[in-house]
C-alpha cells in the first residue's frame, strides 16, 4: 500500500498561471480532503469529497476547484494563482466521515506564487 | 466558528523527562479530537483518536485526555525521547475538521 500520494511535491508558478495538483489513495476511502498549511495559522480545509462524484466547500474554498471522478483520486485546481495561495497543500483521506475514523495524510505539496 | 489553540508554541525538554502538551478549542460539539505528529517537510501522522464520549486514550508513552465540558484536551509524553522530536497538532472533527497551529517539540539527548 502506498497510502496517499501526492503530485508534484514542488512547483513554481507566475501569477495568473495554472496548475493542477493530483491526489491519490489505494485503501478504498470515501472522504478525502485538501488543506493548506501556512506558518501560523495551522491547517485549513480547502475542500472535501464524501465519495465519488461529489465535493464540498470547506473553510477556505475560494481561488480553488476541485474534483472527484475517481473515487482514488481528488483533484485540486488553481485556475489564476496569486501569491496568496503560496503555501504547502495536504491531501487527506478516511474511510468515512464516522467519529472512529482517521485520516491519513500524505506528504505534501510545496507551491510558490511568484 | 471553531477556534483551536495550541500551547505552548514550542518547548524543549532534556532526555527522558515526561511532558504535558495542550489543546484548547472553543466548541464543544465535536465529534473526535485527534492528535497528530509532523515531522519537518513530512505529512501528518496520525497518533491517537479520542471519540467524543471517550475521556483519554493510550497508545505506548503517549496518553491523550479529552475533557469536553472544559474545551481541554492534553497528550501525556512519558520518558521522552530524541526521537520524539517534531510537531504536534491537535485536530477536531464537528463538521468540519479544525486544526490547531502545533507545539514544536525538542528532545535534548
Known amino acids: 500500500n502506498a497510502g496517499v500520494t501526492q503530485t508534484p511535491k514542488f512547483r513554481v508558478l507566475k501569477t495568473g498561471q495554472s496548475m493542477t495538483l493530483l491526489c491519490a489513495q489505494d485503501m478504498n476511502h470515501e472522504y478525502m480532503y485538501w488543506y493548506r498549511q501556512d506558518p501560523g495559522m495551522g491547517l485549513r480545509l480547502i475542500h472535501y469529497?464524501?465519495?465519488?462524484?461529489?465535493?464540498a466547500k470547506g473553510e477556505v474554498p475560494d481561488g480553488y476547484n476541485v474534483s472527484r471522478l475517481k473515487k482514488q483520486n481528488f483533484l485540486l485546481g488553481l485556475e489564476s494563482a496569486a501569491p496568496s495561495q503560496t503555501s504547502v497543500y495536504f491531501c487527506?483521506?478516511?474511510?468515512?466521515?464516522?467519529?472512529?475514523?482517521?485520516?491519513?495524510f500524505g506528504p505534501g505539496t510545496r507551491l510558490t506564487v511568484l | 466558528k471553531q477556534e483551536v489553540t495550541q500551547i505552548p508554541a514550542a518547548l524543549s525538554v532534556p532526555e527522558g523527562e515526561n511532558l504535558v502538551l495542550n489543546c484548547s478549542f472553543t466548541d464543544s460539539a465535536i465529534y473526535n479530537l485527534q492528535w497528530f505528529r509532523q515531522d519537518p517537510g513530512k505529512g501528518l501522522t496520525s497518533l491517537l483518536l479520542?471519540?467524543?464520549?471517550?475521556r483519554e486514550q493510550t497508545s505506548g508513552r503517549l496518553n491523550a485526555s479529552l475533557d469536553k465540558s472544559s474545551g481541554r484536551s492534553t497528550l501525556y509524553i512519558a520518558a521522552s525521547q530524541p526521537g520524539d522530536s517534531a510537531t504536534y497538532l491537535c485536530a477536531v472533527s464537528g463538521n468540519q475538521f479544525y486544526f490547531g497551529t502545533g507545539t514544536s517539540l525538542t528532545v535534548i539527548p
Open positions: 469529497s464524501v465519495g465519488e462524484g461529489t465535493t
Open positions: 487527506a483521506s478516511s474511510l468515512s466521515g464516522r467519529s472512529t475514523d482517521t485520516q491519513y
Open positions: 479520542i471519540q467524543s464520549s471517550q
